[in-house]
C-alpha cells in the first residue's frame, strides 16, 4: 500500500477505483495530453486499466492530489513504460515521476511541490539511488520544474509526438 503524502496545500493519497473518472476527465483536457498523452484523448477504459494497475511494486504507484479536499490532479512513482524503453533503451530498469494537474492549477507551483513529495518518498522512503525523468522538448514549464528539483539533463531523442529530454537525479 502507497502512504499519504502531504504538501503545504496538498494531499496525495493513493489512488481507487472511484478516482477514475476524474482522472480520465483530467487527461483529456487537451492542455493536459498535449504532452502527457502525446496528444492523445485515452478512452476511459485504459485510464481505468492505469488507476487499477497503480501498485508498480512496492513503494510505487498512483496518487491522487487533493487540495482542500478536492481533486487537484495524480502524481506517480513508476518504472519507466516499455514504449518509452523501446525509445530510450537506456532508462530500462529506471524509475520516473510524473505529475499532472488541472490546468485551472497550473503555474501556482504545486506540481512542483507534488513532484517534490514523490522524489522525497523515492529517495528517503525507497532509498532508490536515482530517479530517471523524461519531459518533451517543448514542455519548457515542466523542464524548468525538473531543473528546480536538480534533475540533470542526459539526452534528447526522437518521441512519439515530440523530442524528448531525458533527465537524471541522484541522491
Known sequence: ????????????????????????QMLVLPEVRRYLCDDIALPRATVAGI??????GAGLGLWVAERAGAFAGIAALKPV???????????AGEIEPT????????RQGLAGEMLGAVLAHGFATL???RIAAVCDVP????????????????????GIAHRIRTWTLSR
Open 81 to 91: 513504460p516499455p514504449a518509452l524503453v523501446a525509445l530510450v533503451p537506456a532508462l
Open 127 to 129: 532509498a532508490l539511488p
Open 1 to 24: 500500500m502507497l502512504p499519504l503524502l502531504t504538501t503545504p496545500r496538498l494531499v496525495l493519497r493513493p489512488a481507487v477505483a472511484a478516482d477514475i473518472d476524474a482522472v480520465w
Open 99 to 106: 505529475v499532472a494537474l488541472l490546468p485551472a492549477l497550473w
Open 51 to 56: 488507476v487499477g494497475e497503480a501498485a508498480f
Open 139 to 158: 514542455n519548457i514549464a515542466s523542464a524548468a520544474m525538473l531543473a528546480r528539483a536538480g534533475f540533470v539533463p542526459t539526452g534528447e531523442h526522437q
